[in-house]
């Protein structure tokens, strides 16, 4: 059987790995995190593994997983190839959705096979995210061959890859942190809206859900322009220009949200409706 081995085992690798361990698609190896606790808590919770305290002691793997923060994978593939530990042959990957395949050079200059796997899914709580994996997106870009091995493993556990284009990683990232990142944002700042203007704790929330909710589904079937509402969608610009004054003077940083999402609003606006 392939076996696996990690370095950086927090959030989304451990997720993944008791997901593997699970279906016995993959060996699990060597499992190391910056702290020795870090690689027993996530062996534990992946339910295998063996967690290591150095590089040297990680013993040879057909794959090696970099699930480090995305600052830490181009110093850890350094060390890795400093170390000499990935044989010809072998395949290195990380999990970054932003950065490319590329900061793993130094290995693939050592003749192993470098790619990335950005699985488009949050996960926050590990446990949670065991049970959302499946049928969730992954955008994959690296070398040619590692990256069929990669696909054929994801789909062991759900996963649908799909082809990215590494030059383009930084923009398309950005396309996750609207989507989901922001929307957290945004949902918070709505709340502490609805506070800062006098409304009860358990109506705010009771004003959110559904409002928040209904809209999204509406994105989702129908299409952003169509579900646009609002007074920038109107025309209503007094009603923009005195809200805008209003949140400017409640938070600086909700006031310049507010402008640039207007704009963006506005543009929207103007776009055609599609017809039915
Ligand atoms: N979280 C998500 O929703 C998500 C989604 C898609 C992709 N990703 C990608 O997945 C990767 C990991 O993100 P994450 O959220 O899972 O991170 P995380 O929960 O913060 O886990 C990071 C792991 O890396 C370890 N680590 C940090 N520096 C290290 C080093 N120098 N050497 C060895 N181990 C080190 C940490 O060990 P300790 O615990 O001991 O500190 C921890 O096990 C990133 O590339 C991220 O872009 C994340």
């Known amino acids: 059987m392939t076996t696996l081995n990690i370095i950086g085992c927090g959030r989304a690798a451990k997720t993944l790995a008791r997901l593997w361990q699970r279906q016995r698609a993959i060996d699990i190896g060597a499992v190391l995190t910056r702290s020795h606790a870090g690689a027993l808590d996530a062996c534990r919770f992946i339910g295998g593994g063996r967690a290591v305290a150095r590089i040297a002691d990680m013993g040879p793997a057909d794959l090696w997983l970099l699930g480090v923060p995305d600052r830490e994978i181009e110093g850890v593939a350094r060390r890795l190839a400093a170390c000499g530990s990935i044989r010809p042959g072998e395949g290195v990957f990380h999990l970054s959705g932003f950065s490319s395949s590329a900061l793993l050079e130094p290995l693939g200059a050592q003749g192993a096979g470098v790619a990335s796997v950005h699985p488009v899914l949050s996960f926050a709580e590990p446990d949670r995210a065991v049970e959302q994996f499946g049928g969730s997106l992954c955008g994959v870009e690296g070398s040619p061959d590692l990256c069929v091995q990669l696909t054929r493993l994801f789909a062991t556990i759900g996963g649908n890859c799909f082809p990215l284009d590494a030059g383009h990683k930084p923009l398309y990232h950005a396309g996750s942190v609207f989507a989901s990142n922001f929307l957290v944002v945004i949902m918070d700042v709505a709340r502490k809206a609805y506070l800062a203007a006098g409304v009860a704790p358990d109506v705010a ?50 006031g310049d949200a507010y402008a640039a999402l207007t704009a963006l609003a506005y543009r929207l606006a103007a776009e055609p409706l599609a017809c039915d």
Request: proline share 4%; hydrophobic share 50%; charged share 20%.
């Open 205 to 254: 929330e009771r004003l959110l859900a559904p409002l928040a909710s209904a809209t999204l589904a509406n994105v989702i079937e129908r299409g952003a322009r169509v579900s646009l509402t609002g007074p920038a969608a109107r025309g209503d610009h007094d009603v923009v220009s005195a809200q805008q004054l209003a949140v400017a003077k409640w938070s600086d940083e909700a």
